[in-house]
């Protein structure tokens, strides 16, 4: 993989992102309005129930979560459907560019929008007084591999969406249950749930995420393996299914 193309690629996606302001500005705004409304319900006094942490720092580690998913995987697979039903990445595929360079520059691309959103969610947090992260080493290679997995389940996605008008139904469908199975947006204590929650990959990256955020705690390994696991998944499917033209199979 040439470095000189890489870099190349991973400029023309962040110019195509930001020349978009207002699709940027909601990327960046609906998780700091999520922050908000939950400071503003919640507060941010030591809870009990959450093991001693206050109900911001939970939401802190849950919201970057949040944002790490919806750019790495719901925007990634929106995006690659609406190119593919446009003819982009066909006429992509025509040209010089290696499919792992054109990859690769949306995986950078969509981190360096996930070091920026998780980076306004602690700077919102300082603001309501949360204690910044604990472990930063291990927050750094949790966004890191969290943002490769996502990424890697969103080309997967991508690669079942039949057309672009159906991409969001599709991402959302998938999303926004395990979302809410997974203790997002509130404590989960059906049992139950927590272990269904548990096989898939969004619970394991609250967790390890929390544990750097809030509980100063180490990497749970069984979490970061489940991760681990469903972006090779992730990459398996979208090696096996990616289609670069809009022609049904």
Known sequence: MSTRMLSHQIRYE?????????SAAFTFVFPVVIFVIFGLVFGN????????????????????????????????AI???L???TGILKRLRATPLPAGTYFGG??????????????IIIGMGAAYGV?????????????????AAFCSLGVAVSSIISNADAAPAVVQFVFFPLMFISGTYFQITSHGLIHLADVFPVRPFNRLLLNSFAYDKGF???????????GVLGGLVAVRRFRWDPRPE
């Not at 962040?14 to 207002?22: A, D, G, T, V």
């Open 106 to 119: 949306l995986v950078v691309h969509c981190i360096v929008l996930c070091i920026i959103e998780v980076g």
């Open 131 to 147: 204690t910044p992260p604990h472990r930063w080493f291990e927050m750094i290679v949790t966004l890191i591999v969290g943002a």
């Open 83 to 85: 190119r593919r039903q």
């Open 79 to 81: 995006t690659l459907a």
């Open 45 to 76: 006094k030591p809870d009990h129930d959450m093991g001693g942490i206050t109900p911001l720092q939970y939401y802190s580690a849950t919201i970057a979560a949040y944002s790490v998913m919806g750019a790495c995987y719901s925007q990634l």
């Open 220 to 230: 749970d390994a069984q979490a970061l393996l489940t991760l681990i696991a469903w």
């Open 14 to 22: 962040q110019l195509s992102f930001w020349r978009n302001p207002q």
